[in-house]
């Protein structure tokens, strides 16, 4: 068993209203993020996503940056962070993020037109801030090469409809406890 699967398999869970929510270092930052098991989802992503003439990796703040820069890092391919603050810089963009749990505003910079981009998360559930990354991609006029998120939450409203979403793998919140539900992930 890899570290990501096992790591998942010790996860706590907690419960927001209706929405059971397990506490990982991919998604949370707690407990502590091991290196080695950054080093294995970022071999991961690697091996998984389209990099072919990829220009810019786009995250959203907070949880995708730490799997974001290790990827650039590895990759030499830039990053542009979806922040929650808004500066007011020029070409600015403005997006909604709705989740199972939150609705907020965010923002982008940095993505022009035509720019081939790599979305990458860290967790797949609603699939509601993927959603508002993609339109706003698509608004400015980027084209998305590839989405991947780590984990992928099943049961969840977590279809893409324009866009095939690559995830390491796939679990499931059954009885308290986090379950394997496809160990390798989508695509």
Do not use: W
């Amino acid at each position: 068993m890899d570290k990501l699967a096992r790591s998942l398999r010790e996860a706590p869970i907690i419960e927001k209203g209706d929405y059971h929510y397990f506490v990982h270092p991919i998604s949370d930052g707690v407990p502590m993020l091991e290196p080695s098991l950054l080093r294995e989802i970022v071999i991961k992503i690697i091996r998984k996503a389209n990099l072919e003439e990829v220009d810019k990796i786009v995250t959203p703040a907070a949880m995708g940056i730490h799997i974001s820069t290790a990827v650039s890092l590895m990759t030499d391919i830039p990053l542009v962070v979806i922040r929650k603050r808004q500066y007011g810089l020029e070409g600015e963009v403005s997006l909604a993020q709705v989740t199972g749990y939150s609705e907020s505003e965010m923002y982008m910079n940095d993505v022009a037109e035509g720019d081939r981009v790599l979305v990458l998360d860290d967790v797949l559930s609603t699939g509601g801030t993927l959603r508002g990354i993609t339109q706003a991609l698509e608004e400015v006029g980027a084209d998305v090469a590839d989405i991947v998120a780590v984990i992928k939450k099943v049961g969840g409203d977590n279809a893409m409809a324009d866009y095939d979403v690559k995830t390491l793998i796939n679990v499931d919140v059954v009885d308290g406890r986090v379950v394997i539900v496809d160990e390798h992930g989508d695509g």
